[in-house]
């Protein structure tokens, strides 16, 4: 008898979170959603996302504020997505540090990426070496010249030590026999930019679209862009491989969620955010920046951040193996 009530009492505990969780995602959103962008204001990052999130929002008709979580190459504000509750309402947002640097790194040993559950790949975009418009360099090809003249000297902004721009740069000087001064300002592209403006700095390694707004203005312009195709932006840019460099690399966003979020409230946020990159609103706004919407859904991007991940971890163990960077 005791063990038959001990049955009913589990299947009603069963129905009741079944029917709860059901009714929540019914009732999915009720309340303001918070997306955290682990990278500074001001960003490429920082805009892409709050550019998407603000048309977003229409689609879901609630509130999706941005907060600016800074530090561990992405790892902090990270984290504090995969320590939220997993109702829908923490979001967040993942670049290439986030998925490859941190954990290659062993940065924090709590920090996985199982704690999450992936959405969405919105963007791709490659690097680039961004020059002052003052700056003596008509081409790589001077800045390559100049900086064999004077080893250690020219200055190269790049953002935090050990990151993917870090690594770019490294086999930027083994391509090329060269030898900067690489100078890290954490907390993504804002910090580059006031380097730039304030002449700390002459170049600049990240993408085009991190400083499209300077590149409009004219403080600044692309030297060269990490890719084997031209910006469809930036199309007086040209690409590493038509420098006759043999240098591919770049970063990405994807949109994440606690790993624990019910299935049904993570295809509500996946349907807003991809009407939201199909808007003529978004891609009007994109291509004055030089990203590259680049849509990856659900049922998709895991795998494939997998796979990037893992591909290059490997290329990195081999710059490793090579002494050309240490881990």
Do not use: C
């Not at 229409?58 to 530090?71: F, P, R």
């Not at 090329?176 to 380097?195: H, M, N, V």
């Not at 700390?200 to 679209?209: F, I, K, P, R």
């Amino acid at each position: 008898m005791i063990n038959r009530l001990i049955k009913i009492a589990a299947i009603g505990v069963l129905a009741a979170t079944a029917f709860s969780t059901s009714s929540f995602a019914a009732d999915y959103p009720n309340k303001d959603i918070r997306m955290i962008i682990p990278w500074g204001a001001g960003g490429g990052t920082d805009g892409i996302v709050r550019k998407l999130s603000t048309i977003a929002e229409k689609e879901l008709g609630t509130s999706i504020y941005a907060e600016n979580i800074e530090g561990g190459v992405s790892a902090t504000g990270v984290l504090e997505v995969m320590k939220a509750r997993p109702d829908g309402y923490t979001l967040g947002s993942l670049t290439y540090d986030s998925v490859v640097t941190v954990p290659w790194q062993g940065l924090l040993p709590t920090y996985k990426l199982d704690k999450l559950k992936l959405i969405a790949r919105v963007t791709s975009e490659p690097d680039a070496l961004i020059i002052a418009s003052d700056a003596p360099y008509k081409s790589v090809a001077d800045l390559v010249k100049a900086a064999k003249e004077n080893p250690g000297k020219i200055k190269i902004a790049i953002q935090n030590t050990g990151s993917r721009l870090h690594l770019a740069m490294l086999q930027f000087e083994k391509l090329t026999g060269t030898d900067f001064k690489l100078i890290a300002y954490p907390g993504g592209a804002a910090p580059q930019k006031e380097a730039i403006l304030s002449k700390e700095v002459q170049v600049a390694a990240t993408s085009l679209g991190d400083f499209s707004s300077l590149i409009e203005s004219g403080d600044v312009k692309g030297l060269v862009e990490f890719s084997d195709s031209r910006n469809p932006t930036y199309k007086d840019v040209p690409t590493a491989k038509e420098e006759g460099i043999d240098l591919q690399i770049g970063s990405f966003i994807v949109l994440a969620a606690p790993a624990k979020t019910p299935d049904d409230v993570v295809a509500k946020i996946e349907a807003a955010y991809k009407a939201a990159l199909d808007s003529d609103e978004f891609q009007t706004w994109v291509a004055k920046v030089g990203v590259a919407p680049n849509w990856l859904g659900t049922a998709d991007v895991t795998n494939w951040a997998n796979d990037t991940k893992e591909t290059l971890f490997k290329q990195m163990q081999t710059l490793v193996d090579q002494g050309v960077i240490k881990k």
